[in-house]
């Protein structure tokens, strides 16, 4: 058996956080609206591994672990007109937006926060800890993600 890729997925913990994912125990990774995001998303495999990020709050952090279950699904937002996500643009014959869909395996006794990871890598190393890095999913190299295996 291969070893799984690893990614990290960002959400607001007031529109999903992983509190929501752990009563849901499994979601669709729907809403992404940056090309280069929905690109890494669909090099994703079932059985791949994304650390659970949640952004925009105080402290930003790692909070938990997901795992990719199923792959190159039709994002339904974008054709829901009362969606913020709403993408006039895409086609149902050629949609430009797709999803894939997580289950829960943990949440992290504390957060790994932002300032943490700063300490722990270089932007080379993680790139979530770049400034002014806005991409909503990144991948992890596997020597960075057995670091935060053991972290969080």
Known sequence: MTEPNYWLM?????????????????????????YQARNF?????????VFFYHSNCKPPGIVGLMEVIDLNIVDPTQFD????YFD?????ENPRWDCVKVKFLSKSNQILSLPELKILFN??????????????????????????????
């Open 10 to 34: 960002k959400s607001e913990p007031d529109a999903y956080s992983i509190d929501t994912l752990k009563n849901e125990g499994v979601t669709l990774w729907d809403g992404i609206r940056n």
């Open 41 to 49: 998303m669909r090099k994703m495999n079932k059985g791949d591994k």
């Open 81 to 84: 007109r009362d969606s913020k």
């Open 88 to 92: 006039p643009k895409s086609k149902s």
């Open 123 to 152: 932007e080379d190393e993680l790139l979530v800890v770049k400034k002014g890095n806005r991409l909503s999913i990144i991948p992890i190299r596997n020597d960075v993600a057995k670091i935060l295996l053991e972290k969080i």
